[in-house]
């Protein structure tokens, strides 16, 4: 699946609220440090893992599943921390649970067909197979400091 880099920054500027399902609270897990980045970078990262749920995580409350999410916290995205066949129900949950949703993305590895027909059927951007973190640092020129060449032209430091 080939995303253009327009598209993919479209989403990433008009999301607001995001909802990390699978997100681990072990700081050497990519989950955790996936979570981390997007809370610095101004995101609100709401963690959902039923096995961790009450405790903080990146300033907010664990929430054990989607559907109890608070409504105030306007989610907007779901980003899946889940193995490929376990994505059918969260999205299902999101597009239940979730009114503000607009983007279901789904990690490096992880790809359901089923899903993505079910999310774009109820109006929703998907992404399958990469990781926001990576595409934010891709597009808005972080990686070119660790020597990545992001084909994005800045003279920022």
């Not at 909802?19 to 979570?35: D, E, K, T």
Request: aromatic share 6%; charged share 20%.
């Amino acid at each position: 699946m080939a995303y253009s880099d327009s598209y993919l920054r479209r989403i990433l500027l008009g999301t607001k609220c995001i909802a990390l399902v699978g997100v681990s609270p072990n700081p050497i897990r990519p989950s955790h440090f996936v979570g981390r980045y997007l809370a610095t970078r101004g995101y609100r990262a709401v963690p959902v893992n039923p096995a961790h749920a009450g405790e903080m995580l990146f300033g907010e409350r664990i929430q054990s599943r989607i559907e109890d999410i608070p409504a105030e916290l306007k989610v907007d995205m779901v980003d899946i921390f889940r193995r490929s066949e376990f994505v059918p129900p969260i999205v299902e949950a999101a597009l239940s649970n979730l009114p503000g949703l607009r983007t279901v993305w789904m990690q490096i590895g992880v790809k359901n067909q089923t899903a993505a027909d079910m999310a774009e059927a109820a109006g929703a951007a998907v992404i399958q197979d990469l990781c926001p973190k990576m595409e934010h640092q891709r597009l808005f020129g972080e990686l070119r400091k660790a020597g990545i060449n992001t084909r994005v032209i800045s003279s920022k430091l």
